[in-house]
C-alpha cells in the first residue's frame, strides 16, 4: 500500500502521485485494492479531555462544599470560586467544539466573559461596575472583534455578518439590568450606538443577512 506523508492518508490501487496534492509517495503499490485514498481516523482526545476536566471541577466543587460546612461565616470566596471553575470548564469546552471555527469561538469566548464578569460582581456584592462600565464597552468591542477577524480571514460578508448582527441585537439586554445601575448613561450610548450599527447591517448588509439567516436556520 502506499503513502502519502504531506496528507496523512493511505492509497490503495497503483498511483504515481498522490490524488489530492500530486506530492511523491511511498511504499509499495496494491494492484489489487480498489485505487481510492483511506483516511486514517484521529483519536478524539478532546471528549477525553472534558472528561477529565469535569471530573477535576466537581471534586473541586464538594471540596470547597465541605470547607464551606465546616468553616463559620461567610463563604463568598467558596461560590465566586466555584463559578470560576464552572465558567473554566465550559470555555474549555467552547474551545474544544469551535477550534475550527476563530470568529465564532472569539464571539463564544466574549459572551462567556460578559457573563462571568457581571457574576463576580453579583457574587461579590452587586456593586454595579459591570453593568454600569464593562459591559457597555464590551459588547461594542466584540461587534468590532468580529467584523475585523472576518475581514482578516478574507471571509465574504454573509459569512459572518450574522455574529456582529447578532451581539448588536444581543447588547439590548442592558435594559433589564437598569435597575441594578446607579449610571445608565454608558449602557444607554452603547445600546444606541450598536442599534445604529444594527441597523447599517440591516440596510447596506440586507442580502447577505438574509443568505446568513437562511443558512443559520436551514431555510
Not at 95 to 115: A, D, K, Q, T
Not at 153 to 162: H, K, N, P, R, V
Not at 178 to 194: D, E, V
Request: proline letters at 5%.
Amino acid at each position: 500500500m502506499q503513502f502519502c506523508n504531506r496528507c496523512n492518508i493511505a492509497i490503495t490501487g497503483m498511483k504515481k502521485c498522490c490524488p489530492l496534492c500530486e506530492g511523491e509517495l511511498t511504499g509499495e503499490p496494491d494492484m489489487e485494492a480498489a485505487a481510492f485514498p483511506v483516511i486514517r481516523s484521529k483519536k478524539r482526545t478532546f471528549p477525553l479531555l472534558l472528561k477529565v476536566a469535569a471530573f477535576i471541577v466537581l471534586v473541586c466543587c464538594i471540596v470547597l462544599c465541605v470547607l464551606m460546612l465546616a468553616l463559620p461565616g461567610k463563604q463568598m470566596w467558596a461560590w465566586l470560586t466555584m463559578l470560576i471553575l464552572a465558567i473554566t470548564w465550559v470555555d474549555l469546552a467552547v474551545g474544544c467544539r469551535y477550534r475550527y471555527n476563530p470568529i465564532h469561538l472569539v464571539s463564544v469566548e466574549l459572551l462567556l466573559f460578559i457573563l462571568l464578569l457581571y457574576m463576580i460582581d453579583r457574587v461579590t456584592g452587586m456593586h454595579g461596575w459591570s453593568v454600569t462600565w464593562v459591559n457597555p464597552i464590551l459588547f461594542p468591542v466584540a461587534v468590532i472583534t468580529q467584523f475585523s477577524i472576518g475581514k482578516g480571514l478574507g471571509m465574504y460578508l454573509d459569512e459572518f455578518i450574522i455574529y456582529p448582527a447578532c451581539t448588536a441585537v444581543l447588547s439590548l439586554i442592558q435594559i433589564f439590568f437598569f435597575g441594578q445601575n446607579n449610571f445608565p448613561m454608558p449602557a444607554i450610548c452603547s445600546m444606541a450606538i450598536l442599534a445604529v450599527t444594527g441597523l447599517g447591517f440591516l440596510i447596506f448588509g440586507f442580502h447577505a443577512l438574509r443568505e446568513a439567516l437562511h443558512r443559520a436556520l436551514n431555510l
